[in-house]
């Protein structure tokens, strides 16, 4: 994998850690679900992913809120673009440095959780696209979305991962 490095800038050492125990986590339990009775209809969000993360790597902190994203909006016969923002709700992890790890990112499909820089320069176009917001859990995340949650920790628990703490 080639990898920028401008994040060491802004992250930690330990954000990196933290980020390959997420990456090791989400592999892992990938294998194990593709062999599983049930694959098929073992389905989850990032909101469920998230807070199951957080149990098995107790120094990760879920955080709930709104992802922001850009729209193009073109009109007809004009040249130019007007740039509109979506908002999402999405929930993440949170580092002790308060960085953020995206285990499972809006738009992108893959088992490299993204480490977003929440500091310096780059925090617009990183952290700056995402925003807490507590009352997201009440809107969206009830008890159905808490016990895919805990049934998710279970199997990531089955799957062999052991985390090793710094």
């Known amino acids: 994998m080639i990898r920028n490095t401008w994040h060491t800038k802004h992250t930690t ?5 933290l980020q390959k125990e997420v990456r090791n986590l989400i592999i892992k339990y990938v294998l194990y679900q593709r062999n599983h009775k049930y694959s098929e209809y073992l389905a989850f969000e990032c909101h469920s992913i998230s807070m199951a993360i957080a149990q098995i790597i107790p120094e990760l902190r879920c955080v709930h809120g709104l992802q922001v994203g850009i729209k193009s909006i073109t009109e007809v016969g004009v040249v130019k673009a007007k740039l509109a923002p979506v908002y999402y709700y999405h929930s993440w992890l949170e580092t002790p440095d308060e960085s ?11 088992l490299d959780p993204a480490l977003i820089i929440t500091k310096g320069p780059q925090r617009p176009a990183g952290g700056g696209m995402y925003i807490k917001d507590e009352q ?8 159905k979305m808490f016990r ?19």
């Open 100 to 110: 953020i790890i995206d285990a499972y990112p809006i738009g992108f499909m893959s």
């Open 13 to 17: 050492i330990d954000d990196r850690r």
């Open 148 to 166: 895919k949650s805990n049934f998710l920790v279970e199997l990531m628990k089955e799957c062999g991962y052991v985390y090793t703490e710094k």
């Open 136 to 143: 997201t859990i009440r809107d969206r995340i009830g008890a």
